[in-house]
């Protein structure tokens, strides 16, 4: 089968999780071992290329990774890391490994939305600034906001031209932050 899509996917898998009190990436997630081995599967398919963007490998499975030597935990610092190891593409589809619910159509409606923009982003009753497509012009606004230790995503999108794509269904986006968020997206997906 051909991928349904013709830009790489990157599972950003490098956080603290401390919220959480553990690794989420790390955590069982319906029928796999790990919520990145369920994200990793779920849309391989669908992708030319799909990544993981991590600090170390500590997956039990065999994966394309995209390794970043700093030890500042940050999504700006994963976006350099991706811009500057991801060489033949021009944009990127981003996803946290914790949001594990969003269906294909979503993705591909972002997909679809992000021609011309920079950044093309979901939006709930918030904006979900890490899913998304991201194209690499943004390069040199993001070693900017690197050199000046400015790691806030939000700053990154209101410099750069972005795109917000409006979605109805909450779940769908659900972020799995703490405990009871994790017990809600496992008895959603069962």
Request: overall charge neutral; hydrophobic content about 35%; some cysteine.
């Amino acid at each position: 089968m051909k991928p349904q899509f013709d830009i790489p996917c990157i599972i950003l898998c490098g956080g603290k999780s401390s919220r959480m009190k553990e690794d989420k990436s790390l955590l069982p997630f319906a029928n796999e071992t790990s919520l990145a081995k369920y994200q990793y599967n779920r849309l391989k398919p669908y992708f030319k290329e799909i990544y993981l963007s991590c600090k170390n490998n500590k997956f039990d499975f065999e994966a394309n990774l995209l390794l970043e030597d700093s030890s500042i935990y940050s999504p700006i610092v994963g976006l350099a890391n991706i811009i500057n190891k991801t060489n033949n593409y021009d944009k990127f589809f981003l996803i946290t490994v914790d949001t594990p619910l969003i269906k294909i159509e979503s993705i591909k409606e972002l997909i679809n939305q992000s021609e011309n923009y920079d950044i093309t982003v979901a939006q709930t009753k918030r904006v979900h600034n890490l899913c998304g497509v991201f194209s690499k012009d943004i390069k040199k606004v993001v070693d900017s906001m690197l050199l000046e230790d400015m790691h806030k995503i939000s700053f990154l999108l209101d410099s750069v031209k972005t795109r917000i794509v409006k979605f109805n269904n909450e779940d769908e986006f659900i972020n799995l932050n703490h405990p009871e968020d994790y017990k809600k997206a496992l008895s959603i997906i069962s």
